[in-house]
């Protein structure tokens, strides 16, 4: 599934960057930001895509964005659009960084393109990256778009059929708080027409 996500991405590319401005994310960046411990620092993004509208944000406040994809499409995109941002190209389940790197990791609509099996193993990477008092801002899909307590499988996006997964936001907050995050805000936001839980978790 992984794999075929990977060419999908790289195929749609150009068609996903077209349509980005459908997905206004200007009330999700302001509720994070007013949340985060500092005014500039370093923001990892995962599933960073062509660098918008998250990196491109934070890099015109001032600070230093890592993202990370295994699209090389969507990251030639990237480096068009964001040139100081930073790249790895790499599987979000397979990348590493050195603990307590970053003061913000955020992953917008990733996460749910990954089994939810696999989800614990990237929070607890996403806790060690994060500096003490350092956030995090995901989006998790639920049954108000999949229409299933759990779901994987693939779901029609923009022409395209794409891989979604997902456990219950209960089982996910226990997963959460099991590792040691505290929740800041959980809130469901329908944006573009879709509906998905926005999680803000905080590293203590
Ligand atoms: C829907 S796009 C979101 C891009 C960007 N975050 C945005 O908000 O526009 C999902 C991105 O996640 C990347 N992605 C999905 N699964 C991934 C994985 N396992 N490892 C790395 N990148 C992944 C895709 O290549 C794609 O660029």
């Not at 229409?147 to 891989?163: I, N, P, R, V």
Request: glycine share 8%; aromatic share 16%; proline share 4%.
């Amino acid at each position: 599934m992984q794999s075929d996500l990977q060419k999908i991405y790289d195929r749609f590319a150009d068609t996903y960057d077209n349509n980005r401005n459908l997905f206004d994310m200007t009330a999700v960046i302001a509720d994070f930001s007013k949340r985060l411990p500092c005014k500039t620092g370093r923001l990892l993004d995962l599933g960073c895509g062509a660098g918008e509208p998250f990196p491109a944000y934070f890099i015109a406040q001032g600070w230093q964005v890592t993202g990370v994809d295994f699209s090389s499409r969507m990251l030639d995109l990237a480096h068009r659009y964001q040139p100081d941002m930073k790249t790895t190209f790499a599987d979000i389940c397979e990348v590493d960084f050195p603990e307590k790197q970053f003061d913000a990791v955020t992953a917008i609509y990733c996460l749910f393109h990954i089994e939810y099996q696999r989800h614990e193993d990237i929070f607890r990477k996403i806790y060690r990256w994060l500096k003490p008092g350092g956030h995090s801002l995901f989006t998790y899909a639920t049954k108000e778009y999949t229409g299933a307590d759990f779901f994987s499988g693939t779901k029609e996006f923009l022409g395209e059929q794409l891989f979604y997964s997902h456990t219950t936001p209960g089982d996910l907050v226990a997963s959460l708080i099991s590792i040691g995050f505290t929740i800041e805000s959980a809130q469901y936001r329908q944006i573009g027409g879709e509906t998905f839980l926005w999680m803000t978790i905080a590293k203590p």
